[in-house]
């Protein structure tokens, strides 16, 4: 049992905000505890870091701890988790490994990773080509059967993958501008793995008869044959009532379009994956 649990049993757990303060004080104390890190930044991924989060250079200090010089700006914006979280994932992706550092770019992930699971905070981290990068988890059992597999599983459908993990990526940045972008990018996602899966060009709303008649190969009931139609329709109601006036339960929305472009994916690699196994 966690510390956290712990309390919980004594009828003295954390509100939201606890969490987050609990989750800044255990990962603070690691990074300022850390030891001879004159090697960890070099100054060009310093420079990276700065331009990539906007932060002003201390030009003066150019042999100067460029790993501590990080940390003070973690700290200077650890208001919000999520601000930090940004901040900490450009710190990651702005380093490159090599034998003379003391730390990995994963060990300062799994830092990270352990922080917040310690800390009873649901958030997953993804790794593409361009990087790491941090969304908020939903129910853990779907985030794993319908977001983390098929992640995995594109790596055979290399474009429906990058473009399925764009679409994670932004849904990690989601604000109340842009949510139809994410939904947006949804669709397309699942537009290129259905051109990758079925082949052709076509637009998404095109491939009804091949994913139909697919399915009925496969023996699956008509009833379930829909879930393609309904999302569709969802796409297109979401986008056009809700998103560009930013309606309240946007978020929650989001995270539904997410799970059932993932439920699909899901379903016909493992069709297919059957499909070649028989």
């Known amino acids: 049992m966690d510390w956290l649990d712990y309390r919980e049993k004594l009828g003295i757990g954390f509100n939201e905000q606890g969490k987050v303060k609990y989750f800044m004080i255990k990962i603070f104390n690691i990074l300022d505890a850390l030891e001879d890190m004159y090697q960890q930044i070099s100054y060009s991924e310093y420079v990276q870091f700065c331009s990539v989060t906007g932060t002003n250079m201390e030009y003066s200090e150019l042999y100067s701890d460029n790993y501590r010089l990080i940390v003070e700006v973690l700290h200077d914006h650890s208001q919000t988790l999520e601000e930090f979280l940004a901040y900490y994932i450009a710190f990651i992706n702005c380093q490159e490994d090599d034998n003379i550092k003391q730390l990995t770019c994963k060990n300062f992930k799994n830092l990270l990773c352990n922080c917040l699971n310690e800390?009873?905070?649901?958030?997953?981290?993804?790794?593409?080509?361009?990087?790491?990068?941090?969304?908020?988890?939903?129910?853990?059992?779907?985030?794993?059967?319908?977001?983390?597999e098929p992640l995995r599983w594109l790596a055979t459908y290399p474009e429906a993958e990058k473009a399925w993990?764009?679409?994670?990526?932004?849904?990690?940045?989601?604000?109340?501008?842009?949510?139809?972008?994410?939904?947006?990018?949804?669709?397309?996602?699942?537009?290129?793995?259905?051109?990758?899966?079925?082949?052709?060009?076509?637009?998404?709303?095109?491939?009804?008869?091949?994913?139909?008649?697919?399915?009925?190969?496969?023996?699956?009931?008509?009833?379930?044959?829909?879930?393609?139609?309904?999302?569709?329709?969802?796409?297109?109601?979401?986008?056009?009532?809700?998103?560009?006036?930013?309606?309240?339960?946007?978020?929650?929305?989001?995270?539904?379009?997410?799970?059932?472009?993932?439920?699909?994916?899901?379903?016909?690699?493992?069709?297919?994956?059957?499909?070649?196994?028989?």
Do not use: C, W
Request: glycine letters at 8%; hydrophobic letters at 35%; proline letters at 1%.
């Open 119 to 148: 800390s009873h905070i649901g958030y997953e981290i993804f790794e593409n080509e361009k990087g790491y990068y941090i969304f908020p988890r939903g129910v853990e059992e779907f985030d794993d059967a319908l977001v983390s």
């Open 165 to 278: 993990s764009k679409a994670l990526k932004k849904y990690s940045e989601e604000d109340e501008d842009n949510a139809s972008e994410v939904a947006d990018l949804y669709r397309k996602a699942l537009e290129t793995f259905f051109k990758n899966f079925f082949g052709g060009g076509k637009a998404l709303e095109n491939y009804k008869i091949e994913y139909g008649n697919y399915l009925k190969a496969q023996g699956i009931p008509k009833e379930i044959a829909g879930n393609f139609e309904t999302l569709l329709q969802s796409y297109t109601n979401f986008i056009n009532n809700y998103a560009k006036h930013r309606d309240a339960t946007s978020n929650k929305v989001i995270e539904y379009l997410m799970y059932q472009t993932g439920n699909i994916i899901r379903l016909l690699i493992l069709l297919k994956e059957g499909e070649i196994e028989n």
